[in-house]
């Protein structure tokens, strides 16, 4: 059994910054993929970035970011991925949404209760 406790939502003026965290508990694979999804009122969630662990990463897996993302949200954690962070600067109203913690390990996905952004002045 996994649990993800998501933290760090709030509301930002837009060109802010948050910080999201997440904390896994339970039985963590050392190959797993943690990372953060999101999804606003009347759309489907989105990938916004993923991050595999050391081993896997080791193994030739990258970091990934979706388009909209890029050179303004950073993914970060521990060795052991059972820690993962979304450091998002130059926040946009279009960031606004539910942002959700998610771990795929051993063919299994887990996911968090959700933290809200809103990024409004």
């Given amino acids: 059994q996994v ?3 998501e933290s760090g939502g709030g509301l930002v003026p837009p060109g802010g910054s948050l910080r999201l965290s997440c904390a896994a508990s339970g039985t963590i694979s050392s190959n797993n993929v943690m990372g953060w999804y999101r999804q606003a009122p ?3 969630r989105e ?3 993923t991050m595999p662990s050391l081993s896997l990463r080791f193994g030739g897996r990258t970091i990934t970011y979706a388009d909209s993302v890029k050179g303004r949200f950073t993914i970060s954690g ?3 991925n059972k820690s993962v962070y979304l450091q998002m600067n130059s926040l946009k109203p279009e960031d606004t949404a539910v942002y ?3 771990l795929d390990q051993l063919g ?3 996911w ?3 933290t ?3 990024v409004s002045s």
């Fill in 42 to 44: 009347g759309k489907q």
């Fill in 3 to 5: 649990q993800l406790v």
């Fill in 116 to 118: 809200q952004v809103t």
């Fill in 112 to 114: 968090g209760q959700g």
């Fill in 78 to 80: 521990d060795n052991a």
């Fill in 47 to 49: 990938l916004v970035a």
């Fill in 100 to 102: 959700y913690c998610n």
């Fill in 108 to 110: 299994a996905s887990s």
